[in-house]
């Protein structure tokens, strides 16, 4: 019998490890731009190997059972490309055909999806896709805009989407479906949701207040919903007008951090029936992201703005800003782990730095690819990262 109990704890033990090894969605694993391989040295700047990509692309990357995911455009066309993690290998090619024109171009913003073997990716003019990871074959494919009486926002539909409880969550923005939740395997709707016309950000799924939801923004407000009905649970109305509400919201510690350029950043608490309390527990002045998302390890959040800030978790007091002329800053995108944070900059450099409450402490740079929106990914000891002309896969160490 204890051998048995042993065999089961390692089953577990391994398949723990092997589901942090992904990197399924969009900001890992948990959804929130933490990862247990950052590492605490410099990685060499010379790539186990590089693919040929078609055009700039905004959508991040996804690397889940031993494949990669990334999405393309150019020529008219959007592109699902699937790689073997480890060498590169082509899998397989989805493409479609996307004319559109639109501010930025109808470049993906989406970062795909991984999950139970299917792939999960949505175009900028609302092209949902399922496909198998393991052949790129279509299982269904649906034109949210058109199915959900939406409009396709102004600089397109760029919130990835999430699984949660067994639906999949998307907001197409129609007036009498805000937000709907798919069968995974069919795509059809369990249930949907009215509000208003969709943001930019993506959602997250966390519990506040004892209470389960999935939180995100709409272009007017701040929201949660309840993932089993699609109910609205609270509404939130910033003092300020005029976000383009880009940047993930955070969860820390049982409340919500949220980051934007107008209203700053904010620390919100919850009641114990799961309503935000509108009123915020605390306002930060001095990290304000028009488009990043801050990221939060050991009690404290780190973001980039004119340079790079470090904040508190529980009061958003700011312990430092590293603005010199050598610090990351400006839109970036912040991997956590292992005491450490990388910073990957829109001009393709990589910051790697402490994270230390008492002072900046940034170990080094080095520059991994060309001008870049996408969010990179790390899996098994691998960082992807891409640009309009290549896809990139680095070694880390330890």
């Known amino acids: 019998m204890n051998r048995l109990c042993s065999l089961i704890v390692m089953i577990v033990v391994v398949s723990a490890t092997a589901l942090a090894e992904d990197w399924p969605q969009w900001l890992g694993p948990q959804r929130d731009g933490s990862c247990g391989e950052v590492p605490a040295k410099m990685l060499e700047a010379k790539p186990l190997w590089r693919r040929p990509m078609t055009g700039k692309c905004a959508s991040g990357i996804a690397v889940a059972a031993g494949r990669l995911v990334v999405l393309d455009y150019g020529s008219g066309k959007d592109f699902v490309r699937s790689y073997s993690a480890d060498k590169g290998e082509t899998a397989w090619t989805h493409s479609y055909d996307n004319a559109v024109e639109m501010q930025y171009t109808a470049m993906p ?102 209470v389960k939801q999935i939180v995100n923004y709409a272009v007017d407000s701040l929201g949660g919903w309840d993932p089993a009905t699609g109910k609205r649970l609270w509404k939130l109305v910033p003092p300020v007008n005029g976000d383009f509400n880009v940047g993930t919201p955070l969860a820390v510690d049982g409340k919500l951090v949220v980051s934007t350029e107008n209203n700053r950043t904010r620390l919100y608490g919850f009641s114990d029936g799961g309503a935000i309390i509108d009123k915020p527990l605390a306002v930060n002045e001095d990290l304000f992201m028009d488009m990043g998302t801050p990221t939060a390890i050991g009690g404290l959040i780190f973001g980039t703005g004119s340079g790079l800030v470090c904040i508190d978790a529980k009061d958003l007091k700011t312990c430092w800003i590293s603005d ?30 402490a994270a230390d409450r008492a002072k900046p402490r940034i170990i080094g740079s080095v520059s991994l690819s060309k001008d870049t929106w996408s969010h990179p990914a790390i899996s098994n000891g691998r960082l992807y990262v891409r640009d309009d002309k290549l896809l990139y896969c680095y070694a880390i160490g330890k």
């Not at 969709?198 to 506040?208: E, L, P, Q």
């Open 324 to 353: 010199e002329d050598a610090s990351p800053r400006g839109f970036s995108k912040i991997i956590a782990g292992n005491g450490h944070i990388m910073i990957f900059c829109e001009n393709g450099t990589m910051f790697l730095a």
């Open 109 to 210: 913003r989406a970062t795909p999806l991984i999950a139970d073997g299917l792939v999960y990716t949505l175009s900028a003019t609302g092209l949902l896709y399922c496909l198998k990871l393991d052949s790129g074959q279509v299982v269904w494919h649906a034109d949210i805009a058109k199915v959900f009486g939406a409009k396709v926002p102004e600089y397109g539909y760029c919130a990835s989407p999430i699984i949660v409880d067994g639906k999949l969550i998307i907001a197409p923005g129609g007036p009498e479906a805000a937000i709907v939740a798919l069968d995974p395997k069919t795509g059809m709707p369990a249930w949907k949701t009215p509000g208003s016309q969709a943001a930019y950000a993506s959602f997250i799924a966390a519990t506040f207040g004892g």
